[in-house]
């Protein structure tokens, strides 16, 4: 059964557009309403896997529909959409169990890739928003990070302390007792899960978000 995508935005050419272009590129159903009321009225008869939501909207914005979406469905996963600086908004979306974030200025290749990952139960934090986010409360981003599917389990975390140490794939798949193909598979898990694309990024985001001493670091 294909997932079900609710768009929500006041912009009626920027939410059929989206609309259009996901059907046209996804094996996803999509819908579009033009206002928090008609998207808490559509959840309420119906379910919703994914909601790709505006910020900015009249009468209510985004953070606040996430809320209420969440509480009628806990399960529905939240993408804020924006073309603002969401940067300053960080823990008011965390406490509104927002899932993931993704600029109106991303390509529509990066939207559809965001809402796959989602899909796949992924929280998405884009890794320039991450960065500017190290000298915030990180443990904010753990906490967002704990209530979805992709919370670091102990096998990962193991993972983390080896490549930290600068273990090689063989020397991985060794000490895992898995194939390098297996090493392979569970490493692009682990750095999808911490929105990272290397081994340096992935080790220093879990040292930040505790799920390795800083110690273990190599050099």
């Known amino acids: 059964m294909h997932s079900h995508i609710l768009i929500v935005d006041d912009h009626p050419a920027v939410g059929i557009g989206t609309k259009d272009m996901l059907e046209r590129n996804m094996r996803v159903r999509a819908s579009y309403v033009q206002s928090a009321k008609l998207a808490i009225e559509m959840i309420s008869r119906q379910r919703i896997d994914i909601v790709l939501c505006d910020w900015q909207m009249p009468v209510m914005n985004g953070i606040e529909l996430c809320s209420i979406l ?18 300053p908004h960080f823990n008011e979306m965390m406490d509104a169990r927002v899932n993931g974030f993704v600029s109106k200025s991303s390509s529509s290749d990066e939207l559809i890739q965001s809402l796959q990952s989602m899909i796949q139960g992924n929280a998405i934090i884009p890794i320039d928003l991450l960065q500017r986010l190290r000298s915030m409360d990180l443990r904010a981003l753990q906490k967002i990070m704990q209530r979805q599917n992709s919370y670091i389990t102990d096998k990962e975390k193991e993972l983390l302390e080896a490549i930290s140490l600068g273990s090689s794939n063989r020397e ?42 800083a110690k273990t670091s190599k050099g």
């Open 70 to 87: 969440k509480d009628k469905q806990s399960d529905v996963k939240v993408m804020m959409y924006s073309g603002y600086e969401l940067e």
């Open 172 to 213: 991985l798949a060794d000490k895992f007792h898995i194939s390098q193909r297996g090493v392979e598979y569970q490493l692009s898990k682990l750095f999808e899960k911490l929105q990272v694309r290397s081994r340096a990024k992935a080790v220093t985001v879990a040292i930040e978000l505790g799920y390795i001493p």
